[in-house]
């Protein structure tokens, strides 16, 4: 065992000030958020277990739901789009939602065996360590986009394959996965524990789902309803991936900048709770 | 001029003793976790808190490590306030908390490396860093293996290189060897010990373990209900009570009862999580 190799940065060159150095704070955020970034597609590369089963989802939905309600022809939809392609993006952002909206069981789970503790030991302020868990989130999502783009050709959907567009699609699901992470942390904040919160998120998925778009097109909804889905962040994000993907006419200026105002104010609610977590 | 700001921001740069703890209280609810301690540690010195499960030990920690806010008191760590200058207080720490806080979805060099870039190592360093580490723990032939498959020594170990990548300037140790087997206890003692020995570095830790407490710390305090009932070197807490008595009788003599019988009284969350360590640590 080597000294040097372990000694203490010089504490004493100046007696008794101890020296260090901290980056400023519009170099400190984004390494962070990177950092967790990379650690969660670590995680990812050594067990796909998790990958796999999320994508029973998609395709039950896509085969089962999908192909009846196409027969069915119960649902409006617009010019020259089939059902299915209609349905596509939806489900894209929903299978996303469900892997995010319990992400919070990870920072309980993280609380309860002490990692989340080490880490907010650690010079990462609590935005950032939010931010990092928030976009990780996004990270593991992202992977039911390529799900459903594969579903799409074995469906013989006509999705546009422009580069570009699959690109922003993937921002967009990224976006309203860190949303929806953030969402389930500021209630891991509030309810502590991980039944509780297993409980808050049943609840909340299936309204947040069907208070969207995802599934029909907002105007065959009651005035009430459309009202809800017009709060809902999940409605703009289906709405971008569906300009995107099957080009129907969307606003994707103003999904963005919805997305974008949700995750700010998701996380810095979760980061305010973060202290509830620690103690 | 300069002594004034000093005193004005709580630092006095000639005297920046690694901790300096004053008054410090904390809070649950009605309960008083900690209940006005204050105690200062030299540079270089190891220096333990022992007591019984619910004694305020991990709170105090908790506190000195920026995690939570006291109440009433103040803390700084080489002459920077804990609640001030969390930021800069964290980067002078290296902190190994009581549970086993490493993750075990990813490889040892991969937990190490985490840490790494959360202290801002920059990049150049930060490989080599974590290897050197890594090796200083015993640990070189098993990094690239998932956390999963080590023993509870080896996770201790690696939470040690964790907490080292970053050269920390005082180390904090909350109950490092909790659920560990009488084994694998002494070689993380031993590393503590030589670390210690070689680098100088300053270390405060937790345990409720008396006898290595003798062994490895120059001064312990005696902690029970949130106060301290004793502090000071072992050999003269010891020699006070009189010829052969051991660090156990001390703590009988000042707190009235035997540690293990104390050892039910901690809250409910200090006893679920000690056994759910001992439980992961199979």
């Known amino acids: 065992m080597s000294a040097a190799r372990v000694a203490p940065r010089s504490v004493s060159a100046e007696p008794g000030i101890a020296v260090a150095t901290l980056p400023p704070w519009w170099r400190m955020y984004p390494s962070r958020v990177v950092t967790f970034w990379l650690v969660e597609l670590r995680k990812i590369r050594h067990d796909r277990s998790e990958l796999y089963l999320r994508a029973v989802q998609p395709v039950l939905w896509l085969l089962i739901f999908g192909e009846t309600f196409s027969h069915l022809r119960a649902i409006p939809t617009p010019k020259g789009v089939s059902y299915l392609a209609y349905l596509s993006p939806g489900i894209m952002a929903q299978s996303a939602l469900f892997i995010a909206i319990f992400f919070g069981i990870q920072i309980i789970w993280e609380r309860d065996s002490g990692i989340l503790t080490k880490l907010m030991a650690t010079p990462t302020p609590r935005l950032a360590l939010i931010s990092g868990k928030a976009f990780a989130a996004g990270v593991r999502s992202a992977a039911q986009v390529v799900v459903v783009l594969v579903l799409s050709v074995v469906l013989q959907i006509r999705f546009d394959w422009n580069p570009l567009h699959l690109i922003a699609v993937a921002a967009f699901v990224v976006l309203g996965a860190a949303f929806f992470s953030c969402l389930s942390m500021t209630i891991a904040g509030i309810v502590l524990h991980r039944e509780r919160l297993m409980g808050v998120g049943q609840a909340i998925t299936m309204p947040l789902f069907f208070a969207s778009n995802a599934l029909y097109p907002v105007r065959v909804m009651p005035g009430w309803l459309q009202g809800l889905s017009a709060a809902n962040p999940m409605s703009y994000e289906v709405d971008a991936l569906r300009g995107l993907l099957i080009g129907t006419p969307s606003s994707l200026l103003l999904d963005l900048g919805v997305l974008v105002l949700a995750v700010t104010a998701g996380v810095a609610a979760s980061a305010s709770l973060l202290p509830r977590l620690a103690r | ?282």
């Open chain 2, 1 to 282: 001029m300069a002594a004034e700001v000093a005193l004005a921001t709580g630092s006095s740069p000639g005297l920046a003793l690694p901790v300096v703890c004053s008054d410090l209280h904390v809070s649950f609810g009605a309960v008083r976790a900690v209940d006005g301690i204050s105690f200062h540690i030299e540079p270089g010195e190891v220096y333990a808190l022992l007591g019984p499960n619910g004694a305020g030990k991990t709170t105090t920690i908790r506190v000195l490590t920026t995690l939570i806010a006291a109440d009433q008191g103040e803390v700084s760590v080489f002459g920077h306030r804990v609640r001030r200058e969390a930021m800069l207080v964290r980067h002078l720490i290296g902190y190994l908390p009581q549970q086993l806080s490493a993750d075990f979805g990813l490889t040892g060099y991969e937990n190490v490396w985490l840490f790494a870039r959360l202290f801002d190592l920059p990049r150049r360093d930060r490989e080599r860093r974590v290897r050197e580490v890594l090796a200083v723990m015993g640990l070189d032939d098993v990094r690239d293996r998932l956390v999963r498959t080590y023993s509870g020594g080896m996770i201790r170990r690696l939470e040690l290189a964790q907490a080292l990548v970053n050269r920390p300037a005082l180390l904090v140790l909350d109950e490092p060897t909790i659920g560990l087997d009488p084994l694998a206890r002494a070689d993380v003692w031993e590393r503590v010990r030589s670390l210690r020995e070689e680098t100088g570095m300053t270390v405060l830790m937790t345990t409720h373990y008396m006898e290595e407490a003798d062994a490895l710390s120059d001064r312990v305090a005696l902690m029970h209900h949130g106060r301290f009932r004793a502090e000071g070197t072992p050999a003269r807490l010891k020699s006070a009570l009189g010829p052969g008595s051991t660090l156990d009788d001390v703590f009988r003599h000042h707190v009235g009862a035997a540690i293990e019988d104390e050892e039910v009284s901690g809250g409910g969350r200090d006893v679920r999580s000690t056994r759910r360590t001992a439980q992961r640590l199979g």
